[in-house]
């Protein structure tokens, strides 16, 4: 399957990218923001372009992506006023403390990784590995040292893969009675050094 890596979503795949987004996290999400229409709908309006990585297929379809948080700014980010414009002020209210369980705090010298999705159809195409190594990229350019990202205990194949792409585990967070609500009780943080690659957009083909 052919495809190229760019930075930042197209304006047109800006609904797809949330479409794709919620897909991958909609076990996560769906609680809080769900019904799937409203949910998606909102990550449509609070997504920031310029902080993802994404491959393309030819046909301009969006095959994956993955979003990142810095100091500077986050892929999906959307506040108060956010939730209050789709769920409305005691909507907001109330899933505003919840929300912030999921938030991870973006430290100096690090890129936050901010999810990771393949769409099903492209998955096994080594497309999860090539955006990693295009954050990988990301980092190295804004002059940070480490990537950082979470995985979740119900999530083991995530977890191999980054192990296999020299992720280390650094930490751990159990959510208690809390992981009833996000489906999954523990999540895991691991940490690897920007390696660095050449620079540029790459056009990939999987064997």
């Keep these: 399957m052919k495809y190229v890596l760019r930075r930042g979503v197209p304006d047109t795949q800006r609904a797809a990218a949330a479409v794709l987004y919620w897909e991958a996290f909609e076990r996560k999400l769906g609680p809080l923001l769900g019904p799937p ?9 609070v997504i920031n372009p ?11 379809a969006l095959l994956g992506l993955s979003g ?7 892929f999906v980010g959307g506040g108060f006023r956010d939730l209050r414009t789709d769920f409305g002020l005691f909507g907001a209210a109330w899933r505003i403390p919840l929300l912030a369980l999921l938030d991870r705090t973006a430290v100096a010298g690090q890129l936050l990784m ?21 954050i990988d990229e990301v980092a190295r350019d804004l002059g ?3 990537i950082r990202l979470d995985v979740i205990d119900t999530n083991p194949r995530a ?6 792409l020299g992720f280390e585990v650094t930490d751990a967070q ?20 920007v390696a660095g ?3 540029g957009a790459v056009s990939r083909k999987s064997p």
Aim: with cysteine.
């Design 37 to 45: 229409e409203r949910g998606r709908g909102f990550l449509e309006r």
């Design 50 to 60: 310029d902080f993802a990585v994404v491959a393309v297929a030819p046909d301009g």
């Design 68 to 74: 990142f948080k810095t100091l500077d700014g986050v």
């Design 114 to 134: 901010d999810g990771i999705c393949v769409d099903a159809r492209a998955r096994g195409q080594g497309i999860g590995a090539a955006l990693i190594d295009e």
């Design 144 to 146: 940070l040292s480490e």
């Design 159 to 164: 977890k191999q893969l980054y192990e296999r």
């Design 174 to 193: 159990d959510l208690g009675p809390l992981g009833g609500i996000f489906g999954f009780r523990r999540a895991e943080t691991m940490v690897r050094a």
């Design 197 to 199: 690659r050449d620079h």
